[in-house]
């Protein structure tokens, strides 16, 4: 599967923003979509991820609450919507998918991934 992450910007803090990953040339429906960010002169970190047996949803602590992630499996797309940003959620946003029943932590654990979008939350 190929997949493209799109929506990023520049937004202040308090705002929100949506972002969406496209997916093309598989059953996007069959695949575990993973949300992750990384910061300069971080590691990529999950945000967190949604399953495609049921599309339960996990989240890291520092999005719960703030972060709703979901799919439309007819538009094979699926959504992260990022509410009350902060500076520190400044990063480069990927999607990631494999064939996992569950959401993995790691990105090793994803073989597949879009090219990233940039999201900036000015203060």
């Known amino acids: 599967v190929q997949l493209q992450a799109c929506g990023g910007g520049l937004v202040q803090a308090g705002d929100s923003l949506r972002l969406a990953c496209v997916g093309s040339g598989d059953s996007f429906n069959r695949y575990t979509i993973g949300w992750f960010r990384q910061a300069p002169g971080k590691e990529r970190e999950l945000v967190g991820g949604?399953?495609?047996?049921?599309?339960?949803?996990s989240y890291v602590d520092s999005a719960k609450g703030r972060f709703t992630i979901s799919r439309d499996n007819s538009k094979n797309t699926a959504y992260l919507e990022m509410t009350g940003l902060r500076p520190e959620d400044t990063a480069v946003y990927y999607c990631a998918a494999n064939r996992a029943l569950w959401v993995g932590m790691l990105p090793s654990q994803y073989p597949y991934w879009g090219q990233g979008t940039q999201v900036t939350v000015s203060s």
């Open positions: 949604i399953k495609w047996s049921d599309s339960g949803t």
